[in-house]
């Protein structure tokens, strides 16, 4: 790094008293939690876990040297599992992020499944639906299922963004139409049994560590027969059963 691009001393320290503040900050959160999972101490734990790295990196190019802090990684952000070790039910909460890159391909694939489809059959959508993007999103996403949309999405105009998976573990079964009102206020972090993320931010850190092989693919995967099932209960006892990982360019997996 040139003199011209490295933090002056002045940054240094205000990043020192960062973490100072950030320090306090968790203390405080942490002698008032209400609990193993009070949001507000996992909140104060990243704000100083970001103030230490932003130190660790201005110290290091400004003087050369380093700290003793452990900076957790994307693997390392789920509290201790505590679910039912033997859960009957699971959850399945998906994110993915597109950017609309092309609003005239969007428009054109709605306009052909509205005249496709008779306008009984898509609730909720204005009979011009397809003239604006939102009902455009609204029509294709009705239509499609989202799985197809990923698969597709460059069909209907959108760029792919990042996106995450989180299977969480349960004793037994919601109700029906339990939480459909709210249906992400209800999440235990501590239930989270594996989670996947995708992004191009990891592309990146493998180009940097020299990673090879970005599109390798499972082709040998094998599953389970139910001839198999017997054996497999026999030598289930004693076995770990928290645990998900995933290859492949982008994506990162974090289980138990």
């Given at each position: 790094?040139?003199d011209?691009?490295?933090?002056t001393?002045?940054?240094?320290?205000?990043?020192?008293?960062?973490?100072?503040?950030?320090?306090?900050?968790?203390?405080?959160a942490?002698?008032?939690?209400?609990?193993?999972?009070?949001?507000?101490?996992?909140?104060a734990?990243?704000?100083?876990?970001?103030?230490?790295?932003?130190?660790?990196?201005?110290?290091?190019?400004?003087?050369?040297?380093?700290?003793?802090?452990e900076?957790?990684?994307?693997?390392?952000?789920?509290?201790?599992y505590?679910?039912?070790?033997?859960?009957?039910?699971?959850?399945?909460?998906?994110?993915r992020?597109?950017?609309?890159?092309?609003?005239?391909?969007?428009?054109?694939?709605?306009?052909?499944?509205?005249?496709?489809?008779?306008f009984?059959?898509?609730?909720?959508?204005d009979?011009d639906?397809?003239?604006?993007?939102?009902?455009a999103?609204?029509?294709?996403?009705?239509?499609f299922?989202?799985?197809?949309?990923?698969?597709?999405?460059?069909?209907f105009?959108?760029?792919?963004?990042?996106?995450t998976?989180w299977?969480?573990?349960?004793?037994?079964?919601?109700?029906?139409?339990?939480?459909l009102?709210?249906p992400?206020?209800?999440?235990?972090?501590?239930?989270?049994?594996?989670?996947?993320?995708?992004?191009?931010?990891?592309?990146?850190?493998?180009?940097?560590?020299?990673?090879?092989?970005?599109?390798?693919?499972?082709?040998?995967?094998?599953?389970?027969?139910?001839?198999?099932?017997?054996?497999?209960?026999?030598?289930?006892?004693?076995?770990?059963?928290?645990?998900?990982?995933?290859?492949?360019?982008?994506?990162?997996?974090?289980?138990?």
């Amino acid at each position: 790094m040139s003199d011209a691009a490295q933090p002056t001393a002045a940054e240094v320290r205000a990043a020192a008293e960062a973490i100072k503040t950030a320090l306090d900050r968790h203390l405080a959160a942490v002698e008032r939690r209400s609990g193993d999972d009070d949001p507000a101490v996992f909140e104060a734990f990243n704000q100083l876990a970001a103030a230490a790295e932003v130190y660790d990196e201005l110290l290091y190019d400004r003087y050369d040297e380093v700290t003793p802090f452990e900076i957790p990684g994307a693997d390392e952000t789920l509290p201790p599992y505590e679910g039912p070790e033997e859960p009957h039910a699971i959850s399945v909460l998906i994110r993915r992020d597109y950017t609309v890159a092309e609003p005239q391909r969007l428009l054109a694939q709605a306009e052909r499944v509205e005249a496709a489809e008779d306008f009984e059959d898509l609730a909720g959508l204005d009979e011009d639906a397809a003239g604006t993007v939102p009902g455009a999103l609204g029509l294709l996403f009705g239509e499609f299922e989202p799985d197809e949309i990923a698969s597709r999405h460059k069909e209907f105009g959108l760029e792919e963004g990042d996106s995450t998976l989180w299977v969480t573990a349960a004793d037994e079964a919601p109700e029906a139409g339990e939480w459909l009102e709210a249906p992400f206020e209800h999440f235990d972090p501590q239930a989270v049994v594996c989670r996947f993320d995708v992004s191009a931010v990891f592309d990146d850190e493998d180009d940097e560590h020299g990673d090879t092989d970005p599109d390798a693919e499972d082709d040998d995967l094998e599953f389970v027969d139910d001839e198999d099932l017997d054996e497999t209960d026999d030598e289930h006892d004693g076995r770990d059963g928290h645990g998900g990982e995933a290859d492949g360019a982008g994506v990162r997996g974090t289980g138990r």
